[in-house]
């Protein structure tokens, strides 16, 4: 027994002390979300937050503000948390957090309401998890949550660019929490020396730094996704309301008319033959469409789904056609369809917005759902 002890407790105090070390001699960075700012009690958003995560010259930042931890008395705090949608890119001054603001300063007049953008270009839910375990210390009464687009592109995601496997959540954790300390940062900064580095993680280009990403609908990793996801979201839930925070949970609205599909990959067991009849009927499909015969163009795009069920585009070519002739519903289901099947899986999908409406009924009492996605035209069932 005594043998086990000394083979558990040695590391940790090799760790601790390595650890007071690091930190008295200055070596390594605060890598909080919030680090304290020159006066006394107030703090500010880490301009280097996401080198947690990213490589530095991706220069992905959080938006620079600064707040008291304490919360002014008789105010109300609200923290706004998400990826670059909730964050409002291009131009945060039209984010959900400066619209909410503008709302509720005009409807509550006498009233002192705070509202912080803490939204982040992308991350995922593993990262907001991470912020919302410092966010809850500064005494928030409204959790605002916009999250859903950057799970399979973003930190730990099968598509992301700084990794090329999904580690288990709770190594994830592990290592989050581990890059957070001094120690874990030496570490990484040694593996970074002696290890080979990979120029696609050099520089932020945007959707551009994804184009060899591609994820196809039926892909097994994506299962993996849906459930770390579930799991981060109910440990949000849960810190919230541990804390006496109000939750607003969002699904999540994608532009499925005016966007087509960023990438379309063929399903993976069509043959040699089937990929020919595809590609000649998509041909004279295009060749109908430019000739005005949209019933033609209908019936042979048809015809290719039948083929290749798994080709995005092929879905939204379909929708434009059926919206044309008035079909919404159908049109609907296409857009749907084409959003599902686009390889470079940047917005959410209905998989993800059902967790998100399952997590709201299973949290009761503490969380107000807002079906955004539904309310304006981004799920089946919507009207």
Known sequence: ????????????????????????VGYGRNVSFFIPDGRPGWYRTNPRYTELFFPASFGLKPLNFRLPKVKPAGSIRVFVVGESAAMGVP????????????????AHPGQDIEVYN?????????VILHIVRQAVHFQPDFLVIYMGNNEVVGPCGPASVVGDAIPPLALIRARVWLHGTRTGQMLARILGVVGVSRGENQEWRGIETFISRAIRSDDPRLQTVYRNFSQNLAAILQLARRNGIKTILSTVVVNLKDAAPFASLHGPALSVTQLKTWRETIDQAKLALGLGEDS???????????????YADTHYRLAELLDKKGDAGAARRQYLAARQEDALRFRCDARMNEIIRRAARTTAGTVLLVDAAKAMGGDETST
Do not use: Y
């Open 1 to 24: 027994m005594s043998k086990l002890a000394a083979a558990i407790v040695a590391p940790l105090v090799f760790f601790a002390s390595l650890e007071g070390a690091l930190r008295v």
């Open 91 to 106: 131009e945060p001054g039209f984010s959900v957090a400066a619209q909410l603001r503008a709302q509720l300063r005009a």
């Open 118 to 126: 803490l939204g982040v270009t992308a991350i995922n839910s593993h």
């Open 296 to 310: 033609r163009a209908q019936t042979l795009l048809e015809q290719a789904l039948a083929v290749d069920p798994r």
